[in-house]
């Protein structure tokens, strides 16, 4: 097979995407090159949108576009009383697919032990002024069975300690080192009807 470099350089891109290696990065740009108009291009042009107008919120950490306010920390039609804390905004998505949660949610981007994130980076003093602002009675911590997620959660609650609301957390029944993206809906859905208060007022 002759080398081509631009389609090396794409199998070593698409190779970085998870649960995708060499052998489906060459399949899928197979599949594009065959397909060049219903496919190639529509992505391109898609991917290029992407980059151009979807940033994440400075405030709740979440996926917003910059023509538009963030539906998720600035609702004008909705209000609600509380806040699901989340590390990735993958795990977001699987609550809100599940429909056990409403109200808001703070994505973290990442745990205080993950090595690639400080306490600064992950949005902590944003969530406090958001509590404050927004006059939540609960935050709820949603973040992963892990070691780094607990730790996490742990700093929360004790960065929560001052605005005397109510802080919990999703149940035990969550598999030790299990990550929220990666749980069923029925497993979702009871553990957060039955979370654990941690602060209360």
């Known amino acids: 097979m002759q080398s081509i470099p631009e389609i090396e350089n794409l199998?070593?891109?698409i190779s970085k995407l998870p649960g995708l290696g060499p052998k489906s990065a060459k399949r899928i740009i197979l599949k594009m090159i065959?397909?060049?108009?219903?496919?190639?291009?529509?992505?391109?042009?898609?991917i290029s949108q992407v980059f151009k107008n979807v940033i994440r919120c400075k405030s709740c950490g979440t996926l917003?576009?910059?023509?538009?306010?963030?539906?998720?920390?600035?609702?004008?039609?909705?209000?609600?009383n509380k806040i699901c804390v989340v590390e990735n905004i993958s795990d977001q998505w699987a609550i809100e697919s599940s429909t056990v949660f409403q109200g808001y949610f703070h994505i973290l981007g990442g745990t205080i032990s993950s090595?690639?994130?400080n306490k600064e980076?992950?949005?902590?003093?944003?969530?406090?002024?958001?509590?404050?602002?927004?006059?939540?009675?609960e935050v709820i911590l949603a973040t992963s069975a892990t070691v780094e997620g607990q730790t996490t959660a742990f700093y929360i609650q004790d960065?929560?300690?001052?605005?005397?609301?109510?802080?919990?957390?999703?149940?035990?029944?969550?598999?030790?080192?299990?990550?929220?993206?990666?749980?069923?809906?029925?497993?979702?859905?009871?553990?957060?009807?039955?979370?654990?208060?941690?602060?209360?007022?």
């Open 159 to 201: 960065s929560l300690k001052k605005t005397n609301i109510k802080v919990s957390k999703l149940a035990q029944g969550l598999p030790v080192g299990g990550e929220i993206e990666s749980l069923d809906d029925g497993t979702l859905i009871s553990a957060f009807k039955n979370r654990q208060s941690i602060i209360e007022t």
């Open 34 to 46: 065959n397909n060049r108009q219903e496919l190639m291009k529509p992505l391109a042009e898609n």
């Open 121 to 137: 980076d992950l949005l902590i003093n944003s969530l406090i002024e958001r509590v404050k602002k927004n006059n939540i009675e």
């Open 11 to 13: 199998i070593k891109l």
């Open 115 to 117: 090595g690639t994130n």
């Open 64 to 80: 917003k576009t910059n023509s538009f306010p963030c539906d998720n920390c600035e609702n004008k039609t909705k209000k609600y």
